[in-house]
């Protein structure tokens, strides 16, 4: 299988904190890879760093050039204007015209059922739809990977399910998806494999099923039985 990402021993600090220590991971293409571990373990050092945002103090990140992605964040930035400004924005910045890019954009929002407010402020939406106008801006931008750094944490059960089925959506379109999560179910029903963080340690690796099914290493399975319990 061809890896999109290829972490290869990369380290992250912050001043004397070892966010992340000589972590590797390969990262392959239509993978739905979860990030699993206590507040602090690293998880959204680790996306922003496959995302380009946090520079490896050493180690290397390799990626193709030309590889498409796109970056979710737990509470959605949305610009004081109209939904579907917010969605076409994105596409300009990204060199499509304004024509096209409110065209794209509304395609978009009908993507995830919502080309019924694209004339609303984006601001005064619920958290829920503003996730999923989040996901439109990023659908639009044909990602062939998505980063979620928690998207469900602040969502009730509805709006959670919702971002989940376009998750799985976009998923089963082809993309990649690496999301970060403390949601145990959450993790079982999306991802196909898991990495558990601690300190800053990627202490396991392992396809969903054997994750919840171990055997793990201590650590691992001392943090499942604690969120599990
Ligand atoms: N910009 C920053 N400046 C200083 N320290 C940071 C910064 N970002 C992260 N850290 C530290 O790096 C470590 C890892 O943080 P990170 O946010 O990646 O963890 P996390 O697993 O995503 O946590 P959570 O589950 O709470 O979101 C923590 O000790 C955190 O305090």
Redesign the pocket.
């Known amino acids: 299988m061809s890896a999109v990402f290829s972490l290869d021993a990369v380290s992250v600090s912050?001043?004397q904190?070892r966010?992340l220590s000589a972590c590797t991971l390969h990262v392959h293409a239509g993978e739905r890879l979860a990030l699993v571990?206590?507040?602090?373990?690293?998880?959204?050092?680790?996306l922003?760093t496959l995302h380009g945002l946090t520079r490896p103090a050493s180690g290397r990140l390799a990626h193709d050039a030309h590889l498409r992605q796109a970056m979710l964040f737990q509470r959605p930035y949305m610009l004081r204007t109209s939904v579907l400004n917010n969605v076409a924005l994105g596409l300009c910045l990204n060199g499509t015209g304004w024509a096209l890019a409110k065209a794209q954009a509304l395609q978009a929002l009908e993507r995830v059922g919502l080309a019924d407010v694209a004339g609303r402020n984006a601001k005064a939406l619920s958290g829920g739809q503003q996730q999923r106008v989040a996901l439109a801006r990023a659908w639009a931008l044909k990602p062939q990977v998505l980063l979620l750094?928690?998207p469900t944490a602040s969502l009730d059960p509805t709006a959670k399910r919702e971002v989940e089925r376009l998750m799985a959506e976009f998923s089963d379109a082809g993309m990649t998806l690496v999301f970060?999560s403390?949601n145990l179910g959450q993790v079982k029903r999306l991802a196909s494999r898991v990495v558990y963080?601690e300190h800053?340690h990627m202490v396991a690796d392992r396809p969903t099923h054997e994750f919840f099914n171990g055997p793990l290493p201590m650590a691992a399975t001392n943090f499942l039985k604690g969120e599990l319990a």
């Open positions: 912050f001043g904190v966010a571990g206590s507040n602090g373990s690293g998880k959204s050092t680790l922003r750094d928690e970060s403390h963080l800053g």
